[in-house]
Nanobody
Framework: QVQLVESGGGLVQAGGSLRLSCAAS????????MGWFRQAPGKEREFVAA????????YYADSVKGRFTISRDNAKDTVYLQMNSLKPADTAVYYC?????????????????WGQGTQVTVSS
């Protein structure tokens, strides 16, 4: 079992920045691919970003490419999502997810463990 706890969400104006954190516990963090997903009201959960188990490769949704950066610190068992140039369309609950493996992926059903989510609201 892997437990994931997100933090760092909040209310920000358009154009602003936030950094989300996800602390993991329970298993060897460096053996897990980590991903961020989001779900806006009335919409399906969607992929945002993923990072390989050792952090050597990253993968982003087109909608956030160039604005968001995913990173990880395996010594701290934590993955981050730096979000810059935020838009109202980025408003959603953001979820951290984990799966065993090496290569980052974007499919929801590939991920075995999920956090409880953190709300991000971007005002216009």
């Amino acid at each position: 079992q892997v437990q994931l706890v997100e933090s760092g969400g909040g209310l920000v104006q358009a154009g602003g920045s936030l950094r989300l954190s996800c602390a993991a516990s329970g298993r060897t963090f460096s053996r897990y691919v980590m991903g961020w997903f989001r779900q806006a009201p009335g919409k399906e959960r969607e992929f945002v970003a993923a990072i390989s188990s050792r952090g050597g490769s990253t993968y982003y949704a087109d909608s956030v490419k160039g604005r968001f950066t995913i990173s990880r610190d395996n010594a701290k068992d934590t993955v981050y999502l730096q979000m810059n140039s935020l838009k109202p369309a980025d408003t959603a609950v953001y979820y951290c997810a984990a799966r065993r493996g090496v290569v980052a992926g974007s499919a929801l059903n590939e991920y075995d463990y999920w956090g409880q989510g953190t709300q991000v609201t971007v005002s216009s």
